[in-house]
């Protein structure tokens, strides 16, 4: 397998099976930033947790979603963020359904940044190498 054929098959993994995923997470998150936050929004997203200025920037719909995320990750893996939330779990005030919703799309969202690093790692091995092959075979 040579460098081209490598940067064609990973660039087409991402186009069959990265884009849709990406998609999918996508629309899990935006499905979430709303269960999430009527559930979660009164209990952590107050000055205990964030500062004033964290909280009016992610009030606003685009930069909500990283406040979804971060529920996200703290139900997911809650020892990630025990510097910010302390020993407060978020598993007790959601249902199991969310819970599991919330392991799915951590799940996606760390395959999709799997893929889309080696969508880079492919074009730049492709850039750097037929650049070193092209000026060492004049």
């Known amino acids: 397998m040579n460098i081209d054929d490598y940067l064609v098959g990973s660039l087409l993994f991402f186009i069959y099976y990265g884009f849709p995923l990406i998609m999918l997470a996508l629309a899990l998150v935006l499905l979430q930033t709303r269960t999430l936050s009527q559930r979660l929004d009164s209990h952590l997203f107050n000055e205990n947790y964030f500062t004033v200025q964290e909280m009016s920037m992610l009030s606003s719909f685009p930069l909500s979603l990283l406040k979804t995320l971060a ?68």
């Open 71 to 138: 529920y996200i990750r703290l139900i997911t893996f809650p020892n990630s963020l025990r510097k910010r939330f302390g020993d407060t779990t978020a598993r007790d005030k959601i249902s199991t359904f969310a819970a599991t919703l919330s392991h799915i799309t951590m799940a996606l969202v760390i395959l999709n940044t799997v893929i889309i690093l080696n969508s880079f790692i492919a074009i730049t091995l492709n850039y750097l190498l037929l650049d070193v092959f092209d000026t060492a075979s004049l």
